[in-house]
């Protein structure tokens, strides 16, 4: 079974911050992504791959196969969503975590920013909220050098 280090919810998925700086933070022998269109897409995946650190193990899978996944490795992981809704059905999905860092969501329509880089709707609040009520630590935190933000923090500038 993997060992979860880190939870991040990230729409880049695989850039430069994950590797130059977070995975510093938190050194892990694998990572796996968890999104329903790149883990339908081998030829993306690959891209994404090479994104990576030689040495270090990438999955890339769809939310109906993360469990699967992540119950058949033995290594350290950093667990990657690309939205918050991706996060939650995994977690519906039998996927145990005790920590979520809410990294990088997209400024859109309908968003409230809460710090640079990331931007949560209502919906997206509400679902953040549901997985703290179920023991979940929720923060915020763009990039390590910036001290993370508590869920009570966020619902505050909403």
């Not at 890339?60 to 809704?85: E, M």
Request: glycine residues 6%; hydrophobic residues 45%.
């Amino acid at each position: 079974m993997a060992d979860i280090k880190m939870v991040r919810i990230d729409y880049r998925l695989i850039h430069g911050q994950v590797v130059a700086k977070w995975l510093k933070v938190s050194p892990v022998r694998r990572i796996v992504l968890v999104d329903d269109v790149l883990g339908s897409d081998e030829f993306m995946s690959d891209i994404y791959k090479m994104a990576v650190p030689k040495g270090t193990a990438v999955d890339i899978v769809t939310v109906n196969k993360a469990k699967s996944v992540l119950d058949k490795t033995n290594d350290t992981v950093f667990l990657i969503f690309k939205d918050i809704d991706s996060c939650c059905r995994t977690i519906r999905k039998g996927v145990e975590i005790s920590s979520l860092n809410v990294g990088a969501v997209p400024n859109e329509d309908g968003k409230k920013l809460i710090t640079s880089g990331v931007a949560i709707s209502a919906e997206e609040l509400e679902k953040l909220e549901e997985l703290n009520a179920e023991g979940v630590e929720i923060t915020v935190q763009p990039i390590p050098e910036i001290s993370a933000i508590s869920l009570d923090a966020v619902k505050k500038k909403m």
